[in-house]
């Protein structure tokens, strides 16, 4: 019997896909590695032997960014993660590729959510309230201002938590307090099954209150994957900026990031360890199964 001819029109399609996403892979991952360096699109060209149009165009297609743009949301992060880490302001800037005098006046509260100072002594004549207790899943701590919680974190030993605290509020006034307890055993039950609704105060850039937004509304059971998510905030291309908003989410547990995995359905990363995340996302499952 003789076989029907089909177009070669699809799997040339699928093949090209496969290029484009396997280019920007390569490419991305050396710009993440590469982050503090001035990374033109004509050095790219030159480090890939890639057009430098066409990486323009193909990482537009393919995250719906720029080489440049991504190079600028990780020059971010690292620069985020120096400063909780307690480096001086100037330096960490300089680290991360930046020109300290020019960065530290121009634009810089919309990159990090407020000028560099004031994250790196954010709550500076403000006085941060937490408490440490122990968990199912470790040390956890949780820490709030008059207005919300301002960071949850957990840890395996109790000084690692107050010495990320006061990394990320070294200028605050940082007072162990039995006026959290309500707000702790509020994530304390969290853990045990129940629901969370607690009043927060963060600060991120646009994009990651976009998305921790998005994230705030999966229901609770439920996961949705990164692109998911930069779909809902109409940036279907952007799923590595989303996941890279999800690693700076301050109040982990409240904005939900455990809920959102990769497209495969594999669990991807997660701040506070990747066992910790598989077993809320088990024992949410669990919650929502009793309760049909």
Known sequence: MRMKKTSGRGSKKHSDQNKKSRLVEI???YIKENSSSNLSLKALEERFEVNKFTIQRTFMDVLGISPRKYAEECRI????????KGEPVTRAIYSSGYNPQNWLYRNSASKLGMTPSEYRNHGKGIRIRYMISESRLGFIL???TDRG???VSMADSPDQLVRQLSSEFAEATLIESDQVRASMNAILRCLEGKKLNLPVDVHGTEFQRRVWAAISRIPY???????????EIGMPKAYRAVANACGANPVPLIVPCHRVIRKDGSL?????GIERKKYLLEMEKTVVKKSH
């Open 149 to 151: 919680i301002c960071s």
């Open 142 to 144: 949780v820490a709030e």
């Open 77 to 84: 992060m690292h620069l985020k993660d120096r400063i909780r």
């Open 221 to 231: 059971g439920e996961t949705k994957s990164y692109n998911g998510i930069a779909e």
């Open 27 to 29: 490419v991305s991952t």
């Open 268 to 272: 991807g990363g997660y701040g506070m």
